[in-house]
């Protein structure tokens, strides 16, 4: 599953975002021509202001088989007024701030945001009811073992399958990170493209894999993150390169540990799972 965080331009974002929105445009049909030029999908996290501006590209995205969903950062929403982690609002602020977003994201895009991406993966005990409450059915909204307390995001010992949470219709999946790496605070090595080098991620990825295999887990998910601030347009860049090595290294790893890879959006992942009743 290989996604993108869509943000605001960084003068209207501060928790970080593309300089240009030309840049933002170069990043995202960069990312999706890599994605489908290897047979591939992915899901676009995208912010309310970011799907506004990039309305028929994420609609061209949509035609070819890609996912457009909701992330949010408070920061970066409307004029500034919100200047909290998501996390760090209570159960009220949170409910009236996401359904605004809501709002805007479906009058940007005409249509329903089905999946959601809290920014910083920044969370409470509030936040997956809310998103049930608001419509919202899955979600990829955190990094397991991330311990960044100012973001409000410490998800230690967090469940790193996919899984239903509490008992709800909400299908969780999780970023893909090494879950047996020791962190004290920050974050465990993860699938960021623009975090690590080629050898990092493959590593990563066949560790994930195998111990998927043996821990006979039955939903195995890869999830792979990057951002609209790198332009994966430029095909001799870093950044497509070592995507094109990782879309490369994940099939053989597939094909050697006799595994079928199945490209998936995820929204199609939790309808799967649903239907099979797995």
Not at 48 to 60: C, K, S, V, Y
Not at 250 to 278: C, F, G, N, Q, S
Request: charged share 30%.
């Amino acid at each position: 599953l290989f996604t993108m965080d869509c943000e605001r331009i960084r003068k209207f974002s501060p928790p970080g975002g593309p300089e240009t929105w030309e840049l933002s445009e170069s990043a995202i049909r960069g990312y999706m021509e890599a994605l489908t030029d290897h047979g591939l999908l992915g899901t676009f996290f995208i912010v309310p202001e970011t799907a506004e501006r990039h309305r028929e590209l994420f609609l061209e995205a949509l035609k070819e088989g890609f996912e457009l969903a909701m992330h949010y950062h408070p920061q970066s929403f409307l004029d500034g007024r919100y200047t909290k982690y998501l996390g760090e609002y209570s159960y009220g602020e949170q409910l009236e701030q996401l359904k605004k977003a809501r709002e805007a994201w479906k009058r940007a895009l005409g249509l329903e945001p089905k999946s959601f991406r809290p920014g910083n993966c920044s969370a409470n005990e509030h936040t997956y009811r809310i998103l049930y409450e608001l419509g919202f059915r899955q979600g990829s909204t955190y990094i397991p073992n991330r311990n960044i307390p100012k973001f409000h995001a410490v998800w230690v010992g967090a469940d790193p399958y996919p899984h239903h949470v509490n008992g709800m219709d909400f299908f969780e999946v999780p970023i893909t990170s090494d879950i047996e790496e020791a962190v004290e605070k920050g974050d465990p090595t993860h699938l960021r493209i623009e975090g690590y080098n080629e050898e990092k991620l493959c590593s990563l990825v066949e560790k994930w894999v195998r111990h998927l295999i043996e821990r006979k887990v039955e939903v195995k998910a890869i999830v792979v993150v990057t951002h609209n601030f790198i332009d994966y347009s430029n095909k001799e860049g870093k950044h497509r390169r070592r995507l094109e090595k990782l879309i490369d290294f994940i099939a053989t790893t597939a094909k050697r540990l006799d595994l079928e890879l199945v490209p998936i959006t995820l929204r199609a992942l939790h309808e799967i799972v649903d239907e099979r009743e797995v």
